[in-house]
């Protein structure tokens, strides 16, 4: 009860927040870009490669009550691209300041590793879906936080001093990065997107760590989102064992546990709840969870 009164408490400050989410095309991105909107997020930068699709997402967003939003074609394999998403993000939001990243955007490939190919194609798949996973999202991360980690200074004037007073107010912002489960169990047919997110985990992790030894873990919060299987467009296409299928969570309660959990602060989240305890005992019998896992899931 008492959770549930604080998370609602805090989806209020959104009407306040400068947001910014990769993938948002479609997916969990669009489903993170609906959920701000219905709750009056004051400027919101969806990105993605598909510019006719966020044109589209863009006019839903607004119905639904996004105070000001602005759709950015990215490449985030390119790495000037995610500079220059960065950059036109800054100068559309008010008073240049990133409130919330939300790294959302995928490469994957959902097959097994032909061993009869050539190894070079083996490697051009390994490198774009590592480009585009781990280094886009780093390159994105790493272009924001100049933006996230500085506190706001207000000068007040004095009507009976000539005397100004300086205050400062520490800023609360997040990133929220989206992994899976297959980060951290050996799910078939996953080997490229599973690896691209294991050192997502991992370099965020570390980054998170960066920020606490250099004092700015106050200013930015960092929550990795291990998931499931999530009932996304793209999940149905590639997935048809009904064993699967059926449980898919729902795409708008996994991004709204997402939001409201990294608001207040969550450095991990897991979705469905059962995830996290397949990743406790992965933790114990690595291999006998994965088989398990691979026999439902096949």
Not at 8 to 30: C, F, M, N, Y
Not at 224 to 245: D, E, H, M, S
């Amino acid at each position: 009860m008492f959770w549930k009164y604080w998370s609602d408490a805090t989806l209020s400050a959104l009407q306040e927040k400068h947001v910014i989410v990769t993938g948002a095309s479609k997916g969990l991105g669009e489903q993170f870009a609906y959920f701000l909107s219905a709750n009056h997020v004051s400027h919101l930068v969806i990105a993605a490669r598909t510019t006719d699709l966020l044109v589209q997402v863009s006019k839903r967003c607004i119905d639904l009550g996004c105070q000001k939003i602005k759709y950015i074609t990215l490449d985030a394999g390119n790495e000037q691209e995610c500079s220059f998403l960065i950059t036109e993000s800054v100068k559309f939001f008010p008073d240049g300041t990133i409130d919330m990243l939300i790294l959302n955007h995928t490469d994957s490939v959902y097959d097994f590793m032909d061993f009869n190919a050539p190894p070079t194609e083996i490697i051009a798949t390994l490198c774009r879906v590592t480009q585009v996973n781990y280094f886009g999202y780093a390159a994105l991360a790493h272009h924001a936080l100049p933006y996230m980690t500085n506190d706001l200074t207000t000068t007040i004037a004095s009507m009976e001093s000539p005397l100004t007073i300086t205050v400062t107010t520490t800023r609360k912002t997040n990133i929220i990065v989206i992994s899976s489960m297959s980060a951290l169990l050996s799910i078939q047919k996953t080997h490229a997107y599973a690896a691209s997110k294991s050192a997502i985990n991992q370099y965020f992790i570390r980054l998170r760590d960066e920020l606490r030894f250099q004092g700015l873990a106050k200013n930015c919060r960092i929550s990795i989102c291990i998931l499931g299987a999530i009932g996304t467009q793209n999940f149905y296409r590639t997935v048809t064992n009904p064993n699967v299928l059926s449980q898919a969570s729902d795409p708008k309660a996994t991004v709204e546990t997402i939001v409201r959990r990294s608001l207040c602060g969550d450095d991990w989240i897991y979705y469905p709840s059962s995830v996290g305890y397949i990743a406790w005992l992965s933790g114990f019998m690595p291999e006998v969870v994965s088989r398990l896992v691979n026999w439902l899931y096949t």
